[in-house]
Nanobody
Framework: QVQLVESGGGLVQPGGSLRLSCAASRSIFSINAMGWYRQAPGKQRELVAGIISGGSTNYADSVKGRFTISRDNVKNTVYLQMNSLKPEDTAVYYC?????????????WGQGTQVTVSS
């Protein structure tokens, strides 16, 4: 089991920055991959950024160059630094963790944090 707790969302003006945090209830060394997803009203949930246990990262084309995913192995926390925010980044952002045990994949989600980009 993995509990994920997100924080850091809020209201920001276009061009501004926010940093989201996702604290895991266990060592992130034991988690195969973690990521941030978002879901805007009326749209499907989409992957924003991901990081695997080896440290490799991937990003949605829409956020490349603006968002950065990182992790703190001591704090068992994954971050999403969001710069140059746009109104279309407005969504509920969810943290995700994937754990693979003996060939079975377990998928865990946080409760979500609202990000609103508006003037």
């Amino acid at each position: 089991q993995v509990q994920l707790v997100e924080s850091g969302g809020g209201l920001v003006q276009p061009g501004g920055s926010l940093r989201l945090s996702c604290a895991a209830s266990r060592s992130i060394f034991s988690i195969n991959a973690m990521g941030w997803y978002r879901q805007a009203p009326g749209k499907q949930r989409e992957l924003v950024a991901g990081i695997i246990s080896g440290g490799s990262t991937n990003y949605a084309d829409s956020v490349k160059g603006r968002f950065t995913i990182s992790r703190d192995n001591v704090k068992n926390t994954v971050y999403l630094q969001m710069n140059s925010l746009k109104p279309e980044d407005t969504a509920v952002y969810y943290c995700n963790a994937i754990v693979v045990v003996l060939g079975t994949t377990y998928d865990y989600w946080g409760q979500g944090t609202q990000v609103t980009v508006s003037s």
